[in-house]
């Protein structure tokens, strides 16, 4: 067994976020674990711009209500305790509401030493993100 040291929280960088964000790295696993896992805080309005995960990503709402886009133009909307998983390769973008800050954990998977596991893409449109919202069927 092995106690985890925590490391400091980390603001997350203007390359990848808009609005105000900050991550504690949780877990990022050693060979051959590939498991990492963020608890991410974000202010009101704050969001990722869009990327992908190599093997995909889950989302677990803790706090706030989580927005999470897709390159379709749907917007869902996530309350604590629901967890949303994205497939390898999707392309999208999550983050908190206008009104309220939101925090969630995220869990994905490395690809391997030094190997890219997340593709950063452009920011999210303030029409992308205040598209109409749906919640699940």
């Known amino acids: ?3 985890i040291t925590p490391q400091p929280t980390r603001v997350g960088p203007a390359e990848w976020f808009t609005g105000e964000v900050w991550f504690d790295v949780v877990h990022a696993g ?3 674990s590939r498991m990492r896992v963020n608890m991410v805080r974000f202010a009101p309005g704050a969001h990722t711009f869009w ?3 190599v093997l995909g990503q889950t989302l677990h709402v803790v706090a706030g209500a989580a927005l999470v886009g897709t390159r379709d133009g749907v917007v869902f909307e996530a309350h604590p305790g629901e967890t949303v998983t994205c497939p390898p390769g999707e392309e ?5 509401t206008p009104e309220r800050f939101m925090e969630h ?3 994905w998977e490395g690809s391997g030493e ?3 596991e997340t593709t950063w893409l ?3 449109t303030d029409e992308q993100y205040h598209a109409p919202r ?3 069927s």
């Not at 999208?92 to 908190?96: D, K, Q, S």
């Open 1 to 3: 067994m092995e106690f």
């Open 30 to 32: 050693r060979e051959p």
């Open 51 to 53: 990327h992908h995960h």
């Open 92 to 96: 999208h973008w999550h983050g908190a």
């Open 105 to 107: 954990l995220a869990l």
């Open 114 to 116: 030094g190997a890219v």
């Open 122 to 124: 452009e920011a999210v």
């Open 134 to 136: 749906t919640r699940r």
